[in-house]
């Protein structure tokens, strides 16, 4: 397909989403760089071997993917042109966002009630980089959040129909990244020790 051809509309569409695709990747490529010098530092003396990873953080992976059900439902219901299940959905998806963010706040007072800490005399390597790792997929989820707010605003203001949902499906595509993202870093750090 000649991405040069179609109507304005239909080039600004194509243009939209490939950026996003464009920060989608790069974003996997920060990650895995993270995760791989999670590997790599695993070969020092002081490594942690037998930790355990906070409830909340399975918790909060059960959290994120009910939150990315409610959004596949929400964008069902917007194609079908059902405007009040479309409105309960998106709301129900954002107060799963909020509740995910919540228990990965959980999950960092359950490492420090083990005795762990970001930095500092209690800290070691191995926590250092699950703090980060956690941390910084925080970071998205907000991000991602920020744009669910908009879709939820553009809703409610009838910029969407079955016809017109570039917006919504923009914020789909990145909520479910990182949703993905965080199913792949918890079994990462539970998985590998």
């Known amino acids: 397909m000649d ?3 179609g109507s304005i509309e239909e080039k600004n569409r194509r243009a ?3 950026m996003l695709w464009f920060g989608i990747v790069s974003l996997i490529m920060s990650f895995a760089g993270w995760t791989s010098a999670f590997v790599v530092s695993s070969s020092r003396e002081d490594w942690l071997r037998d930790f355990q990873l906070p409830n909340a953080f399975a918790i909060s992976a059960v959290i994120f993917v ?3 059900l409610t959004f596949i439902l929400a964008k069902r219901a917007l194609k079908s042109g059902n405007r009040k299940a479309t ?7 954002l107060v799963l966002g909020v509740a995910f963010i919540f228990n990965q706040f959980v999950g960092f007072q359950e490492l420090m009630a083990m005795g762990y800490n970001f930095t500092g005399p209690t800290s070691n390597i191995t926590m250092t980089y699950i703090f980060l ?5 925080i970071l998205h989820v907000v991000v991602a959040l920020v744009c669910l707010l908009v879709v939820i605003y553009n809703h409610f203001k009838q910029k969407y129909n079955t016809e017109k ?3 919504f499906e923009l914020a789909a595509t990145f909520w479910h990244f990182v949703d993905f993202l965080w199913l792949y870093l918890f079994l ?6």
């Open 3 to 5: 991405l040069t051809q």
């Open 16 to 18: 939209k989403k490939m």
């Open 66 to 68: 009910i939150s990315s």
């Open 87 to 93: 409105t309960i959905y998106l709301l129900v998806t």
């Open 133 to 137: 790792i956690a941390a910084v997929h």
């Open 165 to 167: 949902t570039l917006g």
């Open 188 to 193: 990462f750090l539970y998985f590998f020790r």
